[in-house]
């Protein structure tokens, strides 16, 4: 019995940490691979090619987009959300879309209601610069809308090289001199 107690345990713990569980905390819908697919196709398409109706891969209540590294890169205080809700996300995207070229490098591991995806892009913003490769770890919450049935992004955790991406954007960055 206890081989079986122990079995069942394990084969609990497998499932909710690939996302085979069908319920999580407090009796919510969790990711499914497809749903995962999902969202990290919507993510990748929001930061590649902003249009409007994107915003409709976006919860409405309780968004937030957290990032020490475009803080850093806005020369703003680190320690809370660059974009704390999603209209303030949706109105940053509208007026000044990203739009860079997003290349998913890895996705997983993944589990209930979040999603960790590791990516590149190599761009620049700045007429006749060099490009240089940026290299990131977002984590996405997603949550389902039961009225919509839908999945959405809850939340966007995401930090990246910060330095290569300020100079594809224009920022001037040089090394510190050597210690005397």
């Known amino acids: 019995m206890r081989f079986f107690s122990v079995l069942s345990l394990a084969a609990g713990v497998s499932a909710a940490a690939t996302g085979l569980a069908t319920r999580g905390p407090g009796g919510n819908k969790c990711l499914k691979e497809a749903d995962v697919n999902y969202l990290v196709d ?3 398409s929001i930061l590649t090619h902003w249009e409007a109706y994107k915003a409709n891969f976006i919860a409405d209540e309780g968004f937030f987009d957290y ?3 475009i803080n850093t890169v806005a020369g703003l205080p680190t320690g809370f959300p660059i974009f704390p ?12 879309p ?7 490098a890895e996705v997983g591991p993944w589990n209930c209601d979040q999603i960790t995806v590791i990516w590149s892009a190599t761009f620049t913003k700045v007429p006749g610069g ?11 919450g997603g949550s389902y809308d039961k009225h919509a049935k839908k999945w959405e992004i809850q939340s966007i955790k995401v930090e990246f ?3 290569n991406y300020y100079k594809n954007t224009g920022g001037v960055c040089s ?3 050597p210690p005397a």
């Open 42 to 44: 919507a993510y990748k």
């Open 67 to 69: 990032s020490d590294s």
């Open 85 to 96: 809700d999603k209209t303030a996300f949706v109105g940053y995207q509208t007026a000044t």
């Open 98 to 104: 990203d739009n860079i070229p997003l290349v998913i």
């Open 130 to 140: 060099s490009p240089l490769p940026v290299r990131g770890i977002t984590v996405l």
């Open 161 to 163: 090289n910060s330095i």
């Open 175 to 177: 090394r510190p001199a």
